[in-house]
């Protein structure tokens, strides 16, 4: 495979694996895949955009923000569309039909509010998406630190889980009843998670900002790949996720280079079923039982 080639694939992967991330962080404690993850996305972009290049605030500081409002929004719509199906059943899937209708609502918002040019976004210094030859590859540094920040997440919120937090979020995860009865607040454990996968949403947005530009086409498209990710990689599993995340990078930039870029999306949903059907939890995930 043309080295160039696996640089672009291994980056996309990686901006992937942060949606699929995001998926699972929301998930775990809450059992519920939030269908808004990709405006959610497009939002930290959008907010980034707005304040690293519109306002010209520095990069640090413009991200932390975009971070923060979008943490914020992903709270709201945890109280208003996912608390309340939760609290009349937590096996209802109510929940898919009011985050859709949070995603379309997002979507119209920033529609009229940035309309649909796409804005270009500075990478921090002193990194730059100028490429440099690296063991016969062209590769920038800032596709390099996306790469690194990437796995550096990963392994931060796996390790998480290995804290008294984490595992009350595994114990709500695995039966929310049960954790309960424990003296553990399933309720603030999904507001938590909400606003943490807000912010996970967000960076993930602000590092694509530079590679794929901030507009409002950016939430749909990861939003497909990053579920797909979460699902190839097995459900709640983040280093499945991160492995996922660069099959499905991989599939598409050989897809792209054999075939047409008009068919990256067939052949990742084809690779995806294929694993699927010999892996139906996915790549590290498991079946699961309960007892009664």
Avoid: C
């Amino acid at each position: 495979m043309d080295l160039d080639l696996l640089v672009g694939a291994l980056t996309a992967g990686s901006l992937y694996a942060l949606v699929a991330m995001g998926f699972n962080i929301l998930y775990r404690p809450t059992n519920v895949f939030n269908f808004a993850q990709g405006d959610l996305v497009m939002l930290g972009a959008m907010f980034g955009a707005t304040f690293i290049t519109l306002l010209g605030l520095p990069w640090f500081v413009g991200a932390a923000l975009a971070m923060l409002a979008v943490a914020a929004l992903a709270l709201v719509e945890e109280k208003i569309a996912v608390a309340p199906v939760l609290k009349n059943s937590a096996s209802s899937h109510g929940w898919v039909i009011t985050t859709l209708a949070v995603s379309m609502i997002f979507a119209n918002l920033v529609g009229l509010g940035w309309g649909p040019d796409p804005i270009a976004v500075r990478p921090p210094a002193p990194l730059s998406t100028d490429t440099f030859e690296l063991f016969g590859a062209n590769i920038s540094s800032y596709q390099i630190a996306v790469m690194v920040i990437t796995v550096v997440l990963v392994l931060g919120v796996e390790a998480f889980y290995g804290t008294r937090s984490g595992k009350a979020v595994l114990a709500v995860a695995e039966d929310r009843d049960a954790a309960l009865l424990r003296g553990i607040n399933p309720n603030r454990l999904s507001s938590w998670s909400f606003f943490l996968g807000g912010g996970v949403a967000a960076l993930t947005g602000v590092l694509a900002a530079p590679v794929l530009y901030a507009s409002t086409g950016l939430g749909p498209s990861l939003l497909l790949k990053g579920f797909a990710a979460a699902a190839v990689g097995g459900i709640g599993n983040n280093r499945g996720a991160l492995l996922a995340g660069y099959i499905i990078g991989l599939v598409e930039a050989v897809a792209a280079a054999l075939l047409s870029p008009g068919y990256q999306l067939a052949a990742t949903f084809a690779v995806m079923l294929a694993i699927l059907l010999v892996r139906p939890h996915g790549l590290f995930g498991r079946a699961e039982a309960r007892a009664v």
